[in-house]
T-cell receptor, first 114, second 110 residues
Framework: NAGVTQTPKFQVLKTGQSMTLQCAQD?????MYWYRQDPGMGLRLIYY???????DKGEVPNGYNVSRLNKREFSLRLESAAPSQTSVYFC?????????????FGPGTRLTVT | TQLLEQSPQFLSIQEGENLTVYCNSS?????LQWYRQEPGEGPVLLVT?????EVKKLKRLTFQFGDARKDSSLHITAAQPGDTGLYLC??????????FGTGTRLQVTL
């Protein structure tokens, strides 16, 4: 099992450019998440998908869109990148184990917007 | 205002020392999780505590959930360089979404 994979690992964009961050999981989990991590701010939820075909906004959704392509894949799109979107982006999936939810994270995408 | 306050924010210690980090809130939670994030990686779940007063041990790591289920602590005995990383507490809120604390960054040197 590869777990949760993310591509690319690093990306530099200019202001106004667009890009899609890819995420896939091979654990057959229903729920998937996108977070951003900034110094001193911890992990903040951007969007999540409780199951295939559904998506919902998290704490900081402005400037992003998502697509739950199928059960395995959940992508995050920046339509017009801004310097404020410079961050590390993590994708995660979740399972229910022993009555508790457990999240599994990918290795992250480090995005710089100049 | 952060739902979860973690302290200290930074901790630098030498190998072999003991340490405790804290996760505090004014809210009551049904469960609380601790994650460790190593440099350049995503967070990895260490433990889930669900009962007030519960103590769980994971090798040299001891996790405790407060009696009132508002706070938690993580104690590391005889820290090693491999313990270096960002320690995050997290709780499940509405719509089963996780909320994270801002973390304690631990550096263990030889």
């Amino acid at each position: 099992n590869a777990g949760v994979t993310q591509t690319p690992k690093f990306q530099v964009l200019k202001t106004g450019q667009s890009m899609t961050l890819q995420c896939a999981q091979d654990m057959n989990h229903n729920s998937m998440y996108w977070y951003r991590q900034d110094p001193g701010m911890g992990l903040r939820l951007i969007y999540y998908s409780a199951s295939e075909g559904t998506t919902d906004k998290g704490e900081v959704p402005n400037g992003y869109n998502v697509s739950r392509l199928n059960k395995r894949e959940f992508s995050l799109r920046l339509e017009s990148a801004a310097p404020s979107q410079t961050s590390v982006y993590f994708c995660a999936s979740r399972r229910l184990a022993g009555g508790n939810y457990e999240q599994y994270f990918g290795p992250g995408t480090r995005l710089t917007v100049t | 205002t952060q739902l979860l306050e973690q302290s200290p924010q930074f901790l630098s210690i030498q190998e072999g020392e003991n340490l405790t980090v804290y996760c505090n809130s004014s809210s009551v939670f049904s469960s609380l999780q601790w994650y460790r994030q190593e440099p350049g990686e995503g967070p990895v779940l260490l433990v889930t505590v669900v009962t007030g007063g519960e103590v769980k041990k994971l090798k040299r790591l001891t996790f405790q959930f407060g009696d009132a289920r508002k706070d938690s602590s993580l104690h590391i005995t005889a820290a090693q360089p491999g313990d270096t990383g960002l320690y995050l507490c997290a709780v499940t809120g509405t719509a089963s979404k996780l909320t994270f604390g801002t973390g304690t960054r631990l550096q263990v040197t030889l």
